[in-house]
């Protein structure tokens, strides 16, 4: 599941932080502050739902 878990983050991560970073562009938050933390945001989310999907696959 390490495996799986790893490729999903990959492409899950970059999903959330790229979708963090839409968000705050859009509500005008643009200051590098903001970026950084909506980005990290992006990244802490990304952890939990790479695991519930991977748990998801891997029980089918």
């Known amino acids: 599941m390490l495996n799986l878990g790893a490729i999903l983050h ?3 991560g970059a999903t959330l932080t ?3 970073l839409v968000v705050a562009l859009v509500s005008g938050f643009d200051s590098p502050k903001m970026l950084i933390a909506s ?3 992006g ?3 990304s952890f939990p739902v790479t695991y519930w999907v991977a748990k998801a ?3 089918e």
Do not use: D, P
């Open 18 to 20: 790229g979708s963090g």
């Open 57 to 59: 696959i891997y029980s």
């Open 10 to 12: 990959l492409f899950i």
């Open 39 to 41: 980005a990290l945001i």
């Open 43 to 45: 990244l802490l989310i």
